[in-house]
């Protein structure tokens, strides 16, 4: 008998339907049986079940002899179905990765309990998805069993088949079987949720949840959204049946107007003429059902409950779109309020720029104004020893305002004091440009940095990836740096780069990174606190993945390796730590594995550290695919691997100034299995290894010598602030010992 028997009703899905069993039948964990059901399909998907079928021992093929629509497609899967849980999945979504085994897990921690709810992402045909409204439920049940009754917040876990995993025993013993037409997910989900005694959750985004463009009933307005009110009167009815439920019947009639009026609000769904009509069904429902003492939410939604029940469609409409113009003017409010504040801090501005520039003062920003970190970070620091006299300011956003070191004068992005002190500042450091607004003075000095040694495209030639330049204006980014007087490079590979993306009028530094000083001096402390914050034995072997962003997909996520894989393969006493691009922390992808994956051990997702150098210091290998990090990890003489499965799509949709597979700073993986085995043999930190990590050292990292922060600094600053008599023996000029600054002056 299986664990899982995964039941998938088919009709008119062909364009969809492999990507669905193939999502199922790739799980790590195989202890599962799917049942596909061909609900009499007019486009071939009956052949395409057969195929898979013949294929696999796991997949068995059920043809209906007439179409019965979905629910009742689902309840013929349930009379083949053996394995202990049922699943539903709609032949147009598809599972996440590792899905049945994070169950699995779950329901040998829970006791095997009636139903296990999980996390869904919504696939919209445009590309974009968001979290689920359950995510926060879901996350705060833990590991906890219930029952409805005692946790009646969770009767709004999202109304579907098809995120719960329910024992089959259970299942059976009640009776439950779906109804034919539309919300036919309504009455079974109710039915099982109050009669369940133990209800657990999984905190993990398990489907992909597709929301197709055409083809989806729930965007096909019509008559048929009118079978929501047989679905009810059925749950309702059952209800009447049985007054050991009668404790649900308050929560349900909430839920069930809930639904009604949620759909009656989408035209997608209820044509405008027959609005009045589906309100006048709504209201006798609820005039009908109405428990003893009931009382609405005090919400929005509450009062539109409260409508129902006593005012004609009219009023109700009435009141929703006085609603609609009451938001869309007071956000036209808020718009002219903000015009008049920008304008008066443009005057403020004005107004600085007529004062003398502060000779001691700098302003620093990094990542966006998001953090304290990379190379002007390390300039600040090397500052205080180098330069006590200058006064340092960090301009951060206001949500990174906590992120500032205590100690660090930092100011907000956007404030009365932020343009009085960029107005006034002499040294301006920044990894990326600084606000178009802001006006360089004469005898201003501003010093880019630069986001690490560039592999893929940057700004003037993103001109000829306009897929990768999409939301960038090149000219605007153009205009900003015609402002930098300096350009830092770590090497001559990345100052040629620097002065082709970037044809303005500065002068190149190749001095190396001041951000990687670290790297090639070593900070063994700093290695060990990053490792216990991370909960990392200190005798572990540490293998750090940090992908890039992919330019070829929308939203730019990607995860290529096989995570589960590559941790197993590393075996015991090492640790798999997964670091995301910045740019894509927020994203919701991130749920779809990772953080499953981090919350059962299997990896440490260090995404939020806010050091990116701290996680090299305390990592034995990297694994990157194009990212920047390889130039700086290199530094350590620690093996690296390259996963370049996609090279040649990523190529052609961003663009590479150097073929990194044809000088690699390690080993190259072509697949994510290739990757995996690279780890189990041992191959990843051989001789090669070495020899080849050396070549790629010595052909993109010359500059780099652990005292870059010094000669950028001693560069750029004026002599006086760089008084020789505060200089310590370390900090004072190296002579001989530091090859000759390079220097370069562009033309514009």
């Not at 502060?358 to 180098?386: I, M, T």
């Not at 798999?576 to 990896?603: F, K, N, S, T």
């Not at 949709?653 to 697949?671: E, F, K, L």
């Amino acid at each position: 008998m299986p664990r899982f028997s995964v039941i998938v009703p088919v009709f008119r899905v062909r364009g969809f339907l492999g990507a669905c069993l193939d999502s199922v039948l790739g799980q790590s964990f195989g202890d599962f049986e799917v049942i596909a059901v061909d609900d009499r399909c007019p486009d071939g998907c009956g052949d395409i079940i057969d195929e898979y079928a013949a294929r696999d021992p796991r997949v068995r093929a059920v043809h209906l002899p007439e179409n019965v629509g979905l629910g009742r497609a689902r309840n013929a899967g349930v009379r083949h179905a053996t394995g202990d849980y049922l699943l539903f999945l709609d032949s147009d979504d598809s599972y996440t990765p590792g899905l049945l085994s994070a169950l699995a897990d779950r329901l040998a921690v829970t006791g095997d309990p009636d139903i296990v709810a999980f996390d869904h992402v919504r696939t919209h045909w445009w590309g974009s998805s968001g979290p689920s409204a359950s995510a926060e439920l879901l996350a705060r049940a833990g590991t906890d069993t219930f029952s409805l009754r005692e946790r009646p917040e969770y009767v709004h876990l999202f109304l579907v088949a098809w995120n719960k995993a329910f024992r089959r025993d259970f299942y059976l013993a009640h009776g439950f079987s779906y109804e034919p037409g539309l919300y036919e997910d309504a009455p079974v989900t109710y039915r099982a949720m109050v009669t369940a005694e133990r209800i657990g959750c999984l905190d993990r985004v398990g489907v992909e949840y597709r929301q197709r463009r055409q083809g989806a009933i729930t965007r096909t307005p019509g008559r048929r959204h009118f079978d929501i009110f047989a679905q009810y009167e059925g749950l309702f009815a059952d209800l009447d049946g049985r007054p050991g439920l009668a404790w649900a019947r308050p929560m349900l009639f909430e839920r069930a107007l809930d639904h009604m009026l949620f759909t009656l609000a989408r035209p997608e769904r209820v044509r405008a003429a027959d609005r009045g009509a589906f309100y006048d069904r709504a209201a006798a429902f609820c005039r009908r059902h109405v428990p003893e003492g009931f009382v609405p939410p005090a919400t929005a939604r509450g009062r539109e409950m409260r409508l129902l029940a006593t005012a004609p469609y009219g009023v109700w409409a009435g009141q929703r779109w006085a609603r609609r113009a009451g938001r869309v003017s007071a956000r036209g409010a808020r718009r002219a309020g903000e015009r008049l504040r920008e304008r008066s801090d443009l005057r403020w501005y004005e107004e600085r720029l007529r004062e003398p520039l502060d000779p001691r003062l700098a302003v620093f920003a990094s990542w966006h104004h998001r953090a304290v970190s990379g190379d002007p970070a390390a300039l600040y620091e090397r500052a205080a020893r180098l330069a006590p006299g200058l006064r340092g300011v960090w301009v951060v956003l206001p949500e990174a305002l906590d992120r500032v070191p205590p100690g660090v004068d930092r100011v907000e992005l956007g404030s009365r004091r932020y343009f009085d002190v960029m107005a006034r500042a002499t040294y301006w450091f920044n990894d990326v440009n600084w606000a178009g607004s802001l006006v360089k003075r004469p005898g201003s000095v501003h010093v880019q940095t630069h986001l690490g040694t560039p592999l893929k495209f940057m700004g003037a030639d993103l001109l000829l990836r306009p897929g990768a330049r999409y939301g960038w204006d090149v000219r605007a980014m153009l205009r900003r740096a015609d402002r930098w007087d300096y350009s830092l490079a770590a090497g001559r590979y990345a100052q040629g780069v620097w002065e082709r993306a970037y044809p303005c009028h500065f002068t190149s530094l190749c001095v190396g990174s001041p951000r990687n000083d670290v790297l090639v001096n070593g900070d063994a402390v700093r290695a060990a606190v990053a490792r216990g914050r991370l909960g990392i034995g200190a005798g572990d072997t540490v293998v750090l993945y940090a992908p890039t962003p992919r330019d070829y997909r929308r939203g730019r996520f990607a995860l290529r390796a096989d995570l589960e894989g590559l941790a197993g393969a590393l075996g015991a006493g090492a640790t798999l730590v997964v670091r995301l691009h910045p740019g894509l922390a927020d994203r919701p992808e991130r749920a779809l594995l990772l953080r499953d994956l981090h919350r059962r051990g299997v990896v440490v997702d260090a995404t939020d550290e806010p050091s990116v150098t701290d996680l090299m210091l305390a990592s034995d290998a990297l694994v990157t695919d194009y990212s920047a990090l390889m130039f700086d990890f290199v530094l350590l003489d620690r093996p690296v691997v390259l996963l370049a499965d996609d090279l040649g799509a990523f190529r052609a949709a961003r663009g590479v100034y150097t073929d990194v597979t044809a000088r690699p700073p390690g080993h190259v993986a072509r697949s994510a299995r290739e990757l995996t085995g690279l780890f189990a043999s041992g191959a990843w930190r051989d001789g090669e290894s070495a020899r080849l990590r050396a070549a790629f050292r010595e052909g993109f990292c010359e500059a780099e010598d652990g005292r870059a922060a010094e000669r950028v600094l001693r560069a750029v600053l004026a002599p006086e602030l760089l008084g020789a008599s505060r200089l310590s023996r370390r900090d004072r000029p190296l002579g001989a010992v530091v090859p000759p600054l390079e220097v370069r002056a562009t033309e514009g």
